[in-house]
């Protein structure tokens, strides 16, 4: 399983992003993703999943209404469109599979 973040970077507040997480090594199009972010100094703290097939999506309340995931199972990538971004969001963000397998992070700092 491989699993490969990118997109992040500096952004100012209000502005977007949109992270991208190439896949590799199982059966992308029937797994199940989640993004997750740690904080400076905090835990791990879940972001969002995409389910199967129908694309259903669950958000963290905290991200509601600004963040889309999406995923292209032709290209085995997922995505993470990230608007109207805070300080808060200011993490490492991480594409997981099953709790299990993670990617190597990408840093996102919302910052003037």
């Known amino acids: 399983v491989q699993l490969i973040e990118s997109g992040g970077g500096l952004v100012q507040p209000g502005g977007s992003l949109r992270l991208s997480c190439a896949a590799s090594?199982?059966?992308?199009?029937?797994?199940?993703m989640s993004w997750v972010r740690q904080a400076p100094g905090k835990g791990l703290e879940w972001v969002s999943t995409i389910y199967t097939y129908i694309n259903n999506t669950n958000y963290a309340d905290s991200v509601k209404g600004r963040f889309t995931f999406s995923r292209d199972n032709a290209k085995k990538t997922m995505y993470l469109q990230m608007n109207s971004l805070k300080p808060e969001d200011t993490a490492v963000y991480y594409c997981n599979l099953g709790g299990v397998h993670w990617g190597q992070g990408t840093q996102v700092t919302v910052s003037s």
């Open positions: 090594g199982f059966p992308f199009s029937s797994s199940a």
